[in-house]
């Protein structure tokens, strides 16, 4: 009896000890979960800041337009410029010079051109509105738009180019087959960054505005790595 009364109570102790270590084997696993999704989360945010700083480390570091001496001026080209003060070298990338962007005379059927010299590969597209310091009217025989306070920038655009100087131009397009309309700006800082769906070959590039707020004011760079 005294030895089943022992064994009974061993067993007691340690179905006791069991639960106490599934008690805690519990605790700490939704310990782990809540440090899990910590992690999760903090990994989340550091790849948001990474996303974030890779864009803006390719645009500094893989435009061609952003220093003249990589492409000088008269080898960015357009359609029209309302004046000098708007011809297609202004248009480059965070440049302040001038009007402050490339604006066309007229918007219908306008394009800004880059010659590279050469065939690059281009991977991508960053493009701004009008520089948010500049101050010279389109125009200066006009007045200056009270509606828009020139808060001018392209919304939307298209993409074409070409190898050679005498060949045809070629649109940028979609996996899918149609020409591609990429997404422009919602201010007149801001970079926006349009990766292509696949780089392209080229030595001539061409941007057509096709959405724009206010007038159409670009400034641009083509991405090459």
Same mark, same amino acid.
């Given at each position: 009896?005294?030895?089943?009364?022992?064994?009974?109570?061993?067993?007691?102790?340690?179905?006791?000890?069991?639960?106490?270590?599934?008690?805690?084997?519990?605790?700490?696993?939704?310990?782990? &979960?809540?440090?899990?999704? !910590?992690?999760?989360?903090?990994?989340?945010?550091?790849?948001?800041?990474? *996303?974030? /700083? %890779?864009?803006?480390?390719?645009?500094?570091?893989?435009?061609?337009?952003?220093?003249?001496?990589?492409?000088?001026?008269?080898?960015?080209?357009?359609?029209?410029?309302?004046?000098?003060?708007?011809?297609?070298?202004?248009?480059?990338?965070?440049?302040?010079?001038?009007?402050?962007?490339?604006?066309?005379?007229?918007?219908?059927?306008?394009?800004?051109?880059?010659?590279?010299?050469?065939?690059?590969?281009?991977?991508?597209?960053? &493009?701004?509105?009008?520089? !948010?310091?500049?101050?010279?009217?389109?125009?200066?025989?006009?007045?200056? *738009?009270? /509606? %828009?306070?020139?808060?001018?920038?392209?919304?939307?655009?298209?993409?074409?180019?070409?190898?050679?100087?005498?060949?045809?131009?070629?649109?940028?397009?979609?996996?899918?087959?149609?020409?591609?309309?990429?997404?422009?700006?919602?201010?007149?800082?801001?970079?926006?960054?349009?990766?292509?769906?696949?780089?392209?070959?080229?030595?001539?590039?061409?941007?057509?505005?096709?959405?724009?707020?206010?007038?159409?004011?670009?400034?641009?760079?083509?991405?090459?790595?």
């Amino acid at each position: 009896m005294i030895v089943t009364s022992l064994l009974i109570k061993s067993l007691t102790e340690s179905d006791d000890q069991i639960k106490a270590l599934k008690k805690e084997k519990a605790k700490y696993k939704e310990d782990l &979960t809540a440090v899990n999704d !910590k992690i999760t989360g903090v990994e989340d945010k550091i790849q948001r800041l990474l *996303s974030a /700083s %890779s864009d803006e480390f390719i645009v500094k570091n893989c435009g061609v337009l952003q220093l003249p001496s990589h492409i000088t001026d008269e080898k960015i080209t357009a359609s029209s410029w309302s004046n000098n003060a708007f011809s297609p070298h202004h248009g480059r990338l965070f440049s302040s010079s001038r009007g402050g962007a490339w604006i066309p005379k007229t918007n219908k059927g306008a394009w800004i051109q880059v010659d590279l010299g050469r065939i690059e590969k281009i991977h991508g597209i960053a &493009t701004q509105g009008r520089h !948010k310091f500049a101050t010279q009217p389109p125009n200066t025989h006009q007045r200056r *738009s009270s /509606s %828009s306070n020139d808060e001018w920038w392209v919304t939307s655009y298209s993409v074409s180019y070409k190898t050679d100087n005498g060949g045809s131009f070629c649109n940028v397009e979609d996996v899918s087959g149609p020409s591609l309309t990429f997404k422009g700006n919602t201010d007149r800082n801001t970079v926006v960054l349009n990766k292509l769906p696949n780089p392209i070959n080229a030595r001539y590039v061409r941007i057509y505005p096709l959405g724009h707020h206010g007038r159409v004011a670009l400034r641009f760079d083509l991405i090459t790595c």
